[in-house]
């Protein structure tokens, strides 16, 4: 005869699954915001552009028609240097909030700018007008307030010679047109 499975331990096992789907999720979700997609054509902008540290550059680049999507998409994106010297640390943001696909400004004068921490950055920041979420260059794009669900998408980049070239966007990005 078997013998019945008691309370305590059925529960410990239900748990411990739901911890391991939990994290297989997590895992997953990283690996996906990790995934890029190709440009229509890069994007070619002058290293003489961006020269100093918090020197900004606008651009536009497009993704082809996917799955998702049945014709191209524009993107419009800003182009930062947020170090000095000529290695200097180089990112690139797409300017639709992932909130509402308001288009973020890029804030020099952080002293306007409400934090919930009531901290006020050192450096310029990436602020979404339409409800105030808040994104952090220097971390990435990552959301550090209001609404956002994840930070800025991002575009990888190349140094060639005496040009930058943006060539991919998170994939995640998609999202925004659906």
Known sequence: MARPIK????????????????????????ALSDQYLDL?????LPLRSITHRWHALAFEAWIPP???TASDKLLKGILLRTSEGDSGDLKAFCLLCPHEICEVQYQ???????????????????????????????RDGEVINGPAQRGLYRFRLSTRGSNVQITHVEEQVLTLFT
């Not at 331990?9 to 979700?29: E, H």
């Not at 229509?40 to 070619?44: D, L, N, Q, R």
Request: hydrophobic share 35%; proline share 6%; glycine share 6%.
């Open 7 to 30: 309370r305590r331990t059925m529960l410990w096992s239900c748990l411990s699954l739901l911890g391991a789907a939990c994290s297989s999720v997590r895992g997953a979700s990283k």
């Open 40 to 44: 229509k054509s890069a994007v070619t």
């Open 66 to 68: 996917t799955r998702q």
């Open 108 to 138: 020099t004068e952080t002293g306007t700018v409400r934090l919930e921490s009531g901290t006020v950055p050192d450096h310029p920041l990436l602020v979404c007008p339409c409800h105030f979420s808040v994104f952090d260059p220097m």
